[in-house]
């Protein structure tokens, strides 16, 4: 089985040098900058959304919130028993800004987290790049949510598991509502975990069959596009203003990063993200309603993000005009403002129905000398005893892989097929881009 952990371990991020050398900490306005010396470092900063009571300062005639100042803060390795060793070359302090430059003479090294602690408060947070001498690394904001992620990455570690999760989707699926709902909670734990795993298995099974056509270059290369888009979501979220909405956009640049990066058709990227959200979602019915709630959104948002960018590429292979690609980015900002706000997995479900309607309305004005076929086709595929309906029954509470992703091939073929027999006259870019934009539609 393909081991997506290790996509990232071999990537770093270079600072030039430009500034003058920092020995323990980085000045309140500029980023760290590597020195050039034989040790590695790690910026960081403790978020100004901690927690803790804020004090407030006067900058000219304007009040600002200072962020904790004078937080002790070292770099520690995660051993295999789920222990921290300290790796730092000494513990520093972060400045008045909450900023820090943590050095270690490791280099190549990597399962490294930072730990800041301040009388009994504490913050962790964990580094998605590999540390090299002479080089910055960044890690992303301190505060509860990256605790909670931490944790829950040196129990991955402690388990035997850490290879087969990836640590960033630990950033990326938990906010800090879903944080909450898992953090000190030792049975929520395990069950995102266990979850997680199953996610991760389902896709990495599934990017092996023969449907999607992956070849292991293009494999690598989607591994690759997503070990660079981790080092630039730290470093992203580093220079956030600790915001939901920034970590969000962040977070979303990460996907668009890798879509455009990973030499991996867009759609087939959504199709088997889809595989994944649909497993895990499947895997989590022991959470809380309200925490695997929390957590549902956080990755429908992403998939929703994905399938846009998918669809817009689907139709501009339709020879849609820019007004019709405008109207289904419209709808796919819809869809994701709808997963925003649902206050629970119905009504979730309910936003991707609307999208289907509103997808299938612009498809036929694209293709408009086949809309009356269009329609005829998809509601082939939502009738009684249909693709759709084999599908969903096919899915209903299974957490079997090979059940999972077995009922999600055949139903794209199904689809492809249905498509490919009634767009009778249409080019074969055409009858592709229907295809897919029938597809992705419909897997809600």
Request: include cysteine; charge should be negative; glycine fraction near 6%.
């Amino acid at each position: 089985m393909l081991n997506i952990n290790k996509y990232g371990n071999n990537l770093f991020l270079a600072v030039i040098i430009t500034t003058s050398f920092f020995l323990a900490s980085c000045s309140k306005d500029d980023n760290p900058m590597e020195s050039g010396g034989g040790t590695a470092k790690v910026a960081g900063r403790i978020s100004s959304s901690n927690g803790l009571p804020k004090t407030l300062s006067k900058t000219g005639s304007v009040e600002t919130v200072s962020s904790v100042q004078g937080a002790a803060v070292i770099l520690a390795q995660v051993q295999a028993d789920g222990s921290l060793k300290t790796v730092s070359t000494q513990t520093v302090q972060t400045d008045i800004a909450g900023k820090f430059v943590v050095e270690t003479n490791l280099s190549g090294a990597a399962n490294l987290v930072v730990v800041a602690t301040q009388g009994a408060a504490e913050w962790r947070a964990i580094i998605s790049s590999t540390v090299q001498s002479g080089s910055t690394v960044y890690a992303p904001p301190l505060c509860s949510e990256s605790t909670t992620e931490t944790n829950l990455y040196i129990k991955l570690v402690s388990q035997g598991r850490a290879d087969n999760i990836d640590a960033a989707d630990l950033k990326i699926l938990l906010n800090a509502q879903a944080a909450l709902h898992i953090n000190g909670n030792a049975q929520a734990e395990t069950d995102f975990i266990n979850a997680l795993q199953a996610q991760y298995q389902a896709t990495t099974q599934a990017e092996g069959n023969s449907y999607f056509g992956l070849t292991s270059s293009q494999i690598q290369a989607m591994m690759h596009a997503k070990a660079e888009a981790k080092a630039k979501l730290d470093v992203a979220l580093y220079n956030s203003g600790d915001t939901e909405d920034e970590a969000e956009n962040d977070i979303n640049s990460y996907e668009e990063s890798v879509c455009t990066n990973s030499n991996v058709n867009a759609s087939v990227y959504a199709e088997l993200m889809r595989i994944g959200v649909t497993t895990f979602v499947n895997a989590t019915t022991t959470m809380s309603a309200n925490g695997r709630l929390a957590i549902a959104k956080c990755f429908s948002k992403r998939y929703a993000f994905v399938l846009n960018i998918a669809m817009k590429q689907q139709f501009q292979a339709a020879g849609a005009t820019d007004t019709q690609i405008s109207a289904v980015a419209s709808a796919g900002a819809v869809l994701y403002s709808s997963i925003s706000t649902s206050s629970d997995l119905n009504l979730m479900a309910d936003a991707f129905v609307q999208y289907h309607s509103s997808i299938k309305s612009q498809l036929k004005i694209t293709l408009s000398s086949y809309a009356s076929t269009i329609e005829t086709v998809d509601s082939s595929i939502n009738s009684t005893a249909s693709a759709k309906t084999i599908l969903n029954a096919s899915l209903s509470g299974t957490i079997s892989l090979d059940a999972i992703i077995n009922a999600y091939v055949a139903f794209f073929n199904s689809v492809k097929s249905t498509t490919q027999v009634a767009l009778v006259g249409a080019s074969s870019a055409q009858v592709n881009a229907a295809s897919q934009i029938l597809i992705l539609s419909n897997i809600n």
